[in-house]
């Protein structure tokens, strides 16, 4: 039935008249019988798209039940072809010849129109389908054999260490159909199909003792690979790509640093020694550029949109190159399918393979997609992944269920991932790890150059979109600065000026970096107005000799009073729009102040005219900076491997105070050097051991006394002997579920333990409790690592 029309037509010319009645049949019967087929199940000469038509795309999904009705109709039709085959072959006159001419005229006629190509086209995908509808029946019955050999025997087994195994049968009994993706994975309805997926695709059900259990060999892990610093960026940039504006940017910003960025490379080569690092492999799926999740970043990148995420995503996927992983960038669904092994439905399976990659940088975007598309891979897969955060995610907000029952859950947050696998854009969430991005480096050359060209009384404005300018009171204090100072902005506009933008501002429109850049070396001020929030844009001022004045938020800004961070997966407080620069490098660089007090202001304004600073960059946000830090990651941070018991089973200490010893003339503990070592990242030597004041969180405490608040040593705190070391007298020790825990209650003398690990948490505090509070100390101009930490 695949021969075409053309070839029927030849064949009736030539076969003997003999033979005409048969030849007849062959070629009217093949032809009807072929439309028949094409009617019978729904085809069409013309369909839309490939996927619709039902002779191919489909023809990979059909049930078991379906196939079995293809082969069904397939066969009657056959059984009549005979039938007509036997009455036409009796039949035989004179008359036949001149049918016969009819017949091949009409056939020579209907060839020009195009129809013959498409009778062959589907002629093809009937023979192709029948082929893939009589696999997956004999798959279904290899299947379906029991340990006996008898199709159908399958019962579910009763195994107390997989208790869910007939409910999640039911399950499948009732909606194995509603995802491809299962007939994908070979089930066909029957009850030995969904065992073989519940034992062997999940984890549901235990293996069956019948099933080959070498079918699917345990792979063994990849052999360890050495990364080996890099400064070739073409690859990199080629993988980037151009398709939208926002990738083009980020393009633009890596070619522009690669020279610092492979400088920064050497001199950390040499730091380490040439040690030996592992090459990890990387998907870098950058979730909020992706189609799906509406993109509404990439349009506004020439109109004065913000683009703190894109300068740090570029300078994510920079360091993991130039450190030499192997790096895939993902920035669709399409390419994220492609990357991790997405079987063909709507998500419910898991993957169709190990996950192909040791780590997964993406956003919380990018997470809902993963969610959304690895079915049950993402539970199991999920200790991989690190998610880019600006503002940070809290622990309370993180744990699922303790968000939902205390009133922290939000849209964002209760992941249930590791605290430190959120990395943020500046280090104000201990509880989460510090990602950072680069400002560009000054040499010497360039830092005299701006020394003598600095304008004294030239003042830029902090905000690209035109919102930016819309608040109230902005006319005060800019007419208090125009006294003193000549002001510039770079507003976008398409035709004509912002309103918002006073008449006595020069106005120079958006402006690429690099005119920027020189437009901040001449200014002696930089100041905001409130908005934007941490961004990039102060560090790159301060860099280029600005001093930075910014408003003071009284009361300081947070998610309960502020609609901004609204939502938002945090309780922090932010007391300046850029608490940051406020709090790590603060005057002479960075002024923060009530401006809403004119006399300040003017004064301010007044004494900023007098000083003179030199360009500044904190060392965390230089190249060898970021690179030193994310290698420090990459190489210790490991949230799959489980952790060592702590304390160990019949632990005994050599006194009450447990593994702590006090500093001298200090409230501050440390581990005792003479105490059993457990690993450990950051080191033990590096735990700081206080209590805070009633109403004081852990990342205040630890600041207090010149430390960092270190949320993978909150383990080891964790114990009674904790609470004797600090002189705390305990009538009782529990232990429950609080984001504030460890802590001691004065009024009762309680001490109260963590229960649960993802709990343990930097933030929070209540008047109630001092809570104990693991700290740490840190690297000069590095304040995401240990002194030991490298």
């Avoid at 021969?3 to 037509?9: I, P, Q």
């Avoid at 891979?377 to 622990?395: M, N, Y």
Wanted: proline share 7%.
């Amino acid at each position: 039935m695949t021969a075409s029309v053309g070839e029927l037509s030849t064949m009736v010319r030539r076969c003997p008249v003999t033979f005409k009645p048969f030849r007849i049949f062959v070629v009217g019967v093949g032809f009807f019988s072929l439309c028949f087929l094409m009617t019978s199940l729904g085809g069409q000469f013309s369909a839309k798209r490939l996927g619709d038509s039902p002779f191919t795309t489909r023809a990979e999904v059909l049930s078991g039940q379906e196939s079995r009705g293809v082969l069904r109709k397939i066969s009657d039709m056959l059984e009549m072809i005979m039938k007509r085959m036997d009455a036409l072959s009796k039949l035989g006159n004179a008359t036949d010849t001149h049918r016969l001419d009819e017949l091949s005229l009409a056939l020579d006629r209907i060839q020009p129109m195009g129809l013959v190509e498409r009778i062959q086209a589907i002629a093809q995908n009937m023979s192709d389908m029948a082929l893939r509808v009589e696999q997956i029946l004999q798959r279904s019955v290899a299947n379906s054999r029991g340990k006996d050999g008898v199709f159908g025997s399958c019962e579910t087994p009763k195994d107390p260490h997989y208790p869910d195994c007939t409910s999640k049968m039911d399950w499948m009994r009732a909606r194995w159909t509603s995802d491809p993706c299962y007939a994908f994975y070979g089930v066909d309805g029957s009850d030995c199909s969904f065992l073989i997926y519940l034992s062997e695709v999940e984890w549901f059900c235990p293996p069956l003792p019948w099933r080959n259990q070498t079918a699917t060999p345990t792979l063994k892990p990849l052999p360890k690979r050495q990364a080996v610093f890099q400064s070739d960026i073409g690859s990199l940039l080629e993988q980037v790509g151009t398709g939208k504006e926002s990738l083009s940017f980020m393009r633009r910003r890596i070619r522009r640093l690669s020279a610092q960025w492979a400088s920064a490379a050497r001199r950390l080569d040499e730091k380490l020694r040439s040690l030996w690092r592992e090459q990890k492999r990387i998907l870098v799926h950058v979730g909020f550029l992706t189609e799906e999740s509406g993109d509404v970043f990439s349009p506004k990148v020439l109109k004065g949109g913000p683009l703190g995420e894109m300068v740090q995503w570029a300078d994510i996927l920079t360091a993991l190159h130039v450190l030499g992983h192997d790096v895939k960038i993902s920035v669709s669904l399409k390419e994220l399918h492609g990357f991790l092994g997405v079987p063909p439905g709507r998500g419910s399976c898991p993957l169709t393979g190990p996950l192909p990659f040791d780590l997964i940088y993406t956003d919380y975007h990018g997470l809902q997609q993963m969610k959304q598309h690895m079915g049950l891979s993402l539970r199991k897969h999920k200790c991989h992944i690190r998610v880019i955060d600006t503002f940070g995610t809290e622990p309370a907000y993180n744990h699922e269920e303790y968000a939902t029952l205390h009133g922290y859950r939000t849209n964002w947050g209760y992941w249930n991932l590791h605290g430190q696998q959120y990395m943020t854009m500046f280090p104000h969430t201990p509880d989460n790890s510090f990602m950072g991005f680069v400002a560009e480096e000054l040499n010497e050359t360039e830092r005299m150059l701006i020394q003598r060209n600095k304008v004294n009384n030239m003042a830029v404005v902090y905000g690209k979109d035109a919102s930016m300018w819309k608040f109230e009171g902005k006319e005060n204090f800019l007419t208090i600065l125009h006294r003193y100072m000549e002001i510039h902005g770079t507003v976008y506009y398409e035709t004509q000026r912002p309103p918002e933008v006073p008449a006595f501002v020069k106005n120079h429109g958006l402006l690429p970096q690099q005119e920027l850049q020189q437009l901040l070396r001449k200014a002696k001020l930089f100041i905001g107005f409130g908005f934007p929030y941490e961004g990039p844009a102060p560090l790159e001022a301060i860099a280029n000799g600005c001093i930075f004045l910014q408003p003071k938020f009284s009361p300081a800004h947070s998610s309960l009073n502020h609609e901004f961070f609204r939502g938002k997966p945090t309780s922090r407080k932010v007391s300046s729009q850029h608490p940051y620069a406020e709090e790590y490098i603060g005057r002479p660089h960075v002024i923060t102040i009530d401006f809403n007090n004119s006399e300040v202001f003017d004064a301010t304004i007044r004494e900023i005219m007098k000083i003179n600073v030199e360009p500044f960059l904190p060392y965390e946000y230089t190249c060898e900076g970021m690179l030193e830090r994310v290698h420090a990651y990459i190489q210790n941070q490991d949230f799959c491997s489980p952790e060592v018991p702590f304390p160990p089973v019949n632990a005994s200490w050599a006194s009450l105070s447990g593994p702590f010893l006090p500093l001298p003339n200090s409230r501050v503990l440390t581990w005792a050097a003479n105490t059993t070592s457990f690993p450990s990242w950051p080191p033990l030597t590096a735990l700081r051991l206080l209590t805070s004041v009633q109403g004081q969180s852990c990342v205040e405490a630890c600041q207090s006394e010149g430390l960092i608040c270190e949320p993978a040593l909150h383990r080891f705190i964790n114990i009674k002997e904790a609470f004797s070391a600090l002189d705390l007298q305990c009538e009782g020790v529990e232990s429950e579920m609080n984001h504030l825990f460890p802590a001691f209650s004065a009024e009762h003398a309680e001490c109260s333990l963590q229960h649960d690990p993802l709990l343990f948490s930097c933030a929070g505090s209540s008047p109630k409790y001092q809570r104990l509070c693991p700290c740490r100390d840190y690297r000069k101009g590095q304040v995401a690592l240990c002194r030991d930490c490298l």
